[in-house]
């Protein structure tokens, strides 16, 4: 279907791009440059943590404004006992919905009674935290979306503790999976630190690198692939010292959405190759993933940048 809207933006896509051909390639030259020569939709996704607090001053007006830069998916933050900060969720589900948006996904972390941000895991909370998934698993299924991701590592210091976590991980995904939803894991920077198997310390691997597993590897191998998947952070995993292209490469089954994230507006900073990530996203089947902006400089607002992010995913031909 096309509208003014989409008209507009591939009429702008001709000017910063050049003629695009795709399906319209049997067009005649007066057409392509009288007409819209795209005719799919791009499935920009929004982390809303990007937005903070700016969101909430008017959460109607201000779905609406996102819909209108182009984002059609939301991955939410701040779930807390049936609310999303202090919004009902279903409320804001109606919210999204009325704007056009679509809630796919949202972040969780879990906690337990009388510690609201759990860190540290420990087997005597195995079944507080089993039965906080189980609470979040339900409530999210009402919103209807299709993945729960916990954004935030539990302390890993040794690496039977890594494992550990693996087990609890294991635990929430099966909960998630009996419920209908994909479980995943977000990263960050910290997933890329070494911990060195009991029994192998000394044993560097090769000369060049330090000894011992990245914990963002102890979780891809001691996970049930059937029960977790992996949202991959880019930006974090290039500010951990690794390369996100290598790990959509190395494990297509098992990373399933992204945030596509950069040091501030994506494409700006020169940090990450996003044609060659989102090339490699597509060919391992990825259709889900996420804007995610934290910090904007100059004093300007987090809409304005991800407008600005917006603008840079539509015009980009790698961008399907
Ligand atoms: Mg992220």
Redesign the pocket.
Known sequence: MSNRRDFLKNASLLTAGGLLVGNAGTMNAANAVSAPVVSAKKKLGL?IYSLQKELYDDIPKRMKELKEMGYVNLELAGYNKGKISDVDMMAFKKMAEDAGLKIVSSHVNPTIEGVPFLMEYKRDVFSQVSDYWKQAAADHVKLGCTFLVQ?MMPMCRTYDEALMVCEFFNEAGKICNEAGLIYGY?NHHMEFQRLVKPGDEGKAQNPWMPAGDQIEDIFIANTNPSLVCFEL?VY?TVRGGNDPLEYLQKHPGRIKAV?I?DTSVLGQSGLLNFENIFNQMYKNGIQDYFV?LEYMPDGRTQFEGVKDCAAYLEKALFVR
Request: hydrophobic residues 10%; negative net charge.
């Open positions: 982390q954004p977000h952070d974090w945030h994230k995610e």
